[in-house]
């Protein structure tokens, strides 16, 4: 569109607008970053994650016996908690634009839905490896502190064990999205994150004919070699793939099918 303006000797000329261009995805990941931080509930489970991180080493220099106080047993026990809390970050990120009622503001501005949800899943998969950073550190503050105070201090750490950190994190977060996707609203996805494959897995148990299957479907089983120093054989990995196919990939399609489909009220 463009409007005229008459200048001092009476020739209308033309004004030309700049086109408006779209935010780039790197812009819209920065805008989801920030409102992980700007609620309250986001803010407060990012400090509790922290928080969760600082007391397990703090509480291993207190209490572990001096061989134990160890850079890796500071480092691996941080893992599960923090790894039940990020599930419930990614919930929170995709689920606040329907339950802050923000989703008509959002999705005017940037109508193409699948970048805002893609955006969002880049937000929160650089939480979860921000929180296996935040592990790394406090582990080494709490190495320090056992090399001064008489503990063993060692600093050996399997680079695999790393990785298997970095994918467990990323993975768990990236199922709790998932299911706040096809759910769309923060309570429900978080009863059914939690309960579902611990029904599954408890079925698995119970249930003589599941017993095969859980052994691929229950991710407690599954993802549990990637808390070992131990080399993950072909097997587990192929078994691990098959339980995300199940419990993040299938719920992650098919709510991103709902989220483009869901009529913004």
Do not use: C
């Not at 000329?13 to 989801?32: D, F, I, K």
């Not at 609620?39 to 489970?45: E, F, H, I, S, V």
């Amino acid at each position: 569109m463009t409007t005229t303006t008459a200048p001092a000797d009476g020739v209308v000329a033309p004004r030309q607008h700049t086109p408006v261009r779209r935010p780039s995805l790197l812009r819209l990941t920065v805008v989801e970053l920030r409102k992980l931080v700007d609620t309250r509930a986001g803010r407060w489970l990012l400090i509790t994650i922290g928080l969760v991180t600082a007391v397990i080493v703090i509480l291993q220099l207190i209490y572990a016996n001096d061989a134990d106080q160890t850079f890796l047993n500071f480092f691996t026990p941080s893992l599960l908690p923090v790894g039940v809390l990020l599930p419930v970050l990614g919930i929170l990120s995709i689920t606040s634009e329907w339950s802050q009622r923000t989703a008509l503001t959002t999705y005017a501005l940037v109508p193409r839905r699948e970048r805002v949800v893609a955006a969002k899943l880049n937000a929160v998969m650089l939480t979860a490896l921000a929180s296996v950073l935040t592990s790394l550190v406090v582990a080494a503050a709490g190495t320090l502190v056992a090399s001064a105070t008489g503990g063993a201090g060692t600093w050996q750490l399997d680079g695999s064990l790393l990785l298997n950190a970095v994918i467990l994190q990323v993975t768990g977060v990236l199922m709790g999205a998932a299911f706040g996707l096809l759910l769309l609203n923060p309570p429900l996805a978080i009863v059914g994150y939690l309960l579902l494959p611990t029904l599954w897995g408890v079925l698995g148990e119970m249930v003589k004919p599941l017993r095969g299957p859980s052994e691929w479907l229950d991710t407690s089983k599954t993802m549990e070699p990637l808390f070992s120093s131990d080399a993950v054989t072909g097997e587990q990995w192929g078994r691990m793939v098959v339980s995300l196919l199940v419990w993040m990939v299938l719920p992650l399609a098919a709510g991103l099918y709902r989220t483009l489909r869901r009529e913004v009220s």
